[in-house]
C-alpha cells in the first residue's frame, strides 16, 4: 500500500515563528501536492512538484514556500505563520502526470497563536 | 477556470436506504472528475473516476456514478449505505491541460450522517 507520511499530526506556532511540515511517500511517486483544507471552502491547491527540485504554484501560494530535494519528501514553508494560516494541510502524492489518483496523508493541523 | 459545486452540505440517510450526492462542475472541454471520500481524523481517499469511456462508473465499497455531460453533472450513488459509510465526500474536477490530477478544483464537500 501507498504511505504518505506527515511528520505532524498537531502544530501550536506563534504568529510570526517559520513552520516546517513534512511530507513523505514511499512508493516512488513523481508528484506530490499540499493542500489546505478549510470548512466551508473544501481543499484548495497551495503547491505541487512534478519532479525534485520542480514546483508549481496552486491556486493559494502567497505566504507559502515549498522544498522537495528528494524525490520522497516534500517540504511546506510558512516562513512568517499568521493567525489566518491556522488549517488542516494535506498532504498527498501520485504515480506521474497521467491523470492518476491522488495518495493523500492524514493532514497536519496548524494552530497559529 | 474551472469550478465544482456540491449543493448539500450535510445529508442525513437511515441504514440500508439509497443514497445520492449531486456534483456540478462547470468546465469547458472534457472533464477528469474525481469523487474522494474523508473519514474522521483521515486523509482522503479515492472511491471513482472518470476520464472517458462509459459514463456509469463502479468505484469502491458499492459506489458508483454517473457523468451527465448535458447536465455538467457527477452524481455519486450508492443502492443501501452502511453506518461505516458516514463520512465527508468531495467531488473534484481536473482538466487535461493540468494531466488530469494536477490543479483539481474540489467541491466544499457533503458531510454524510447515518441512523440506525
Known amino acids: 500500500d501507498v504511505k504518505v507520511t506527515q511528520s505532524s499530526r498537531y502544530l501550536v506556532k506563534r504568529t510570526g515563528e517559520k513552520v516546517f511540515l513534512e511530507c513523505v511517500q514511499d512508493m516512488d511517486h513523481e508528484n506530490m501536492f499540499w493542500y489546505r483544507q478549510d470548512p466551508g471552502l473544501g481543499l484548495r491547491l497551495i503547491y505541487f512538484?512534478?519532479?525534485?527540485?520542480?514546483?508549481e504554484k496552486g491556486d493559494i501560494p502567497e505566504g507559502y514556500s515549498v522544498s522537495r530535494e528528494k524525490k520522497e519528501r516534500f517540504s511546506l514553508i510558512l516562513e512568517s505563520a499568521s493567525t489566518n494560516q491556522t488549517s488542516m494541510y494535506l498532504c498527498a502524492s501520485s504515480i506521474n502526470r497521467e491523470g492518476g489518483e491522488l495518495f493523500f496523508g492524514e493532514g497536519s493541523r496548524l494552530t497559529v497563536l | 477556470a474551472q469550478s465544482v459545486t456540491q449543493p448539500d452540505i450535510h445529508i442525513t440517510v437511515s441504514e440500508g436506504a439509497s443514497l445520492e450526492l449531486r456534483c456540478n462542475y462547470s468546465y469547458g472541454a472534457t472533464p477528469y472528475l474525481f469523487w474522494y471520500v474523508q473519514s474522521p481524523g483521515q486523509g482522503l481517499q479515492l472511491l471513482l473516476k472518470?476520464?472517458?469511456?462509459?459514463?456509469l462508473v463502479q468505484g469502491i465499497k458499492g459506489f458508483e456514478a454517473e457523468f451527465k455531460r448535458s447536465q455538467s453533472s457527477f452524481n455519486l450513488r450508492k443502492p443501501s449505505v452502511h453506518w461505516s459509510d458516514a463520512a465527508e465526500y468531495f467531488c473534484a474536477v481536473g482538466a487535461q491541460a493540468n494531466f488530469g490530477n494536477e490543479k483539481l478544483t474540489f467541491g466544499t464537500g457533503t458531510r454524510l450522517t447515518i441512523i440506525p
Open positions: 472518470y476520464f472517458s469511456g462509459d459514463t
Open positions: 512538484s512534478y519532479d525534485v527540485k520542480m514546483k
